[in-house]
């Protein structure tokens, strides 16, 4: 059924046709005014389009109305979905063998020893007054969430769940100090929100108590 459905989408004019009937039916005559074809080529790629099951027709008075039929679009969605559900079974393998590797070496919490050290250098190479800042920063991430993983991220310290997992929010001395999250962060927007903007980033001008706290929120909120 995919091969059938993908080789008439593969056309571009009957893929336009597609995106024009997503947008609700139409009949051959309004088709090809919207998208200047010619109606007996209209007819032509409707026909196609028919004999996947991509469109249907529904007889209204004189004239011939097309709808899209949803079920060949969501065997295409199971079929992609199986993919995704193939790749997290294979990274699954993949993780495993690295940390088998890891085994052969040095162990995890070597490992896991060197990236807290490594981060512990990057802020202490930060200027004054920044350096003071990283340091408080460092023991208000962990002590807000003592299970998390600090590593060297993109030139920062960065701190994640675990040593081979994404890294949930970092901060950096450039001419701010500056506190943020990544898109793996676990954050959406408040209900009440008027917009889908969601606060990623803040330059910190001092840390006194309310702002640790805040930080310290955030971290844990991130972290899910």
């Given at each position: 059924m995919?091969?059938?459905?993908?080789?008439?989408?593969?056309?571009?004019?009957?893929?336009?046709?597609?995106e024009?009937?997503r947008?609700?039916?139409?009949?051959?005559?309004?088709?090809?005014?919207?998208?200047?074809?010619?109606?007996?080529?209209?007819?032509?790629?409707?026909?196609?389009?028919?004999?996947?099951?991509?469109?249907?027709?529904?007889?209204?008075?004189?004239r011939?109305i097309?709808?899209?039929?949803?079920?060949?679009?969501?065997?295409?969605?199971?079929?992609?979905?199986?993919?995704?559900?193939?790749?997290?079974?294979?990274?699954?393998?993949?993780?495993g063998?690295?940390n088998?590797?890891?085994?052969?070496?040095?162990?995890?919490?070597?490992?896991?020893?060197d990236?807290?050290?490594a981060?512990?250098?990057?802020i202490?190479?930060m200027?004054?007054?920044?350096?003071?800042?990283?340091?408080?920063?460092?023991?208000?991430?962990?002590?807000?969430?003592?299970?998390?993983?600090?590593?060297?991220?993109?030139?920062?310290?960065?701190y994640?769940?675990?040593?081979?997992?994404?890294v949930?929010c970092?901060?950096?001395?450039?001419?701010?100090?500056?506190?943020?999250?990544?898109?793996?962060?676990?954050?959406?927007?408040?209900?009440?929100?008027?917009?889908?903007?969601?606060?990623?980033?803040?330059?910190?001008?001092?840390?006194?108590?309310?702002?640790?706290?805040r930080i310290?929120?955030?971290?844990?909120?991130?972290?899910?």
């Amino acid at each position: 059924m995919q091969a059938t459905v993908f080789g008439a989408l593969g056309e571009p004019s009957r893929f336009q046709i597609v995106e024009l009937l997503r947008g609700g039916p139409f009949s051959v005559s309004d088709i090809a005014e919207a998208l200047s074809i010619r109606q007996p080529q209209v007819s032509k790629h409707l026909r196609v389009l028919s004999e996947a099951g991509i469109v249907t027709v529904e007889p209204v008075a004189r004239r011939r109305i097309y709808h899209l039929d949803a079920e060949p679009f969501g065997q295409i969605s199971d079929w992609v979905d199986s993919f995704e559900r193939l790749w997290e079974v294979r990274l699954d393998s993949l993780d495993g063998y690295l940390n088998s590797i890891d085994k052969k070496g040095k162990t995890m919490a070597d490992k896991t020893e060197d990236d807290v050290t490594a981060v512990l250098e990057k802020i202490e190479a930060m200027a004054e007054p920044f350096k003071d800042m990283g340091r408080r920063l460092h023991e208000v991430i962990m002590d807000s969430v003592p299970t998390l993983v600090p590593r060297v991220w993109y030139g920062m310290p960065g701190y994640a769940k675990t040593k081979s997992s994404p890294v949930l929010c970092f901060f950096r001395a450039d001419e701010y100090m500056s506190f943020g999250l990544t898109e793996k962060a676990h954050f959406t927007c408040d209900d009440e929100s008027p917009d889908h903007l969601i606060e990623s980033a803040w330059f910190l001008t001092d840390l006194d108590e309310p702002t640790e706290m805040r930080i310290a929120a955030i971290v844990k909120q991130a972290v899910g």
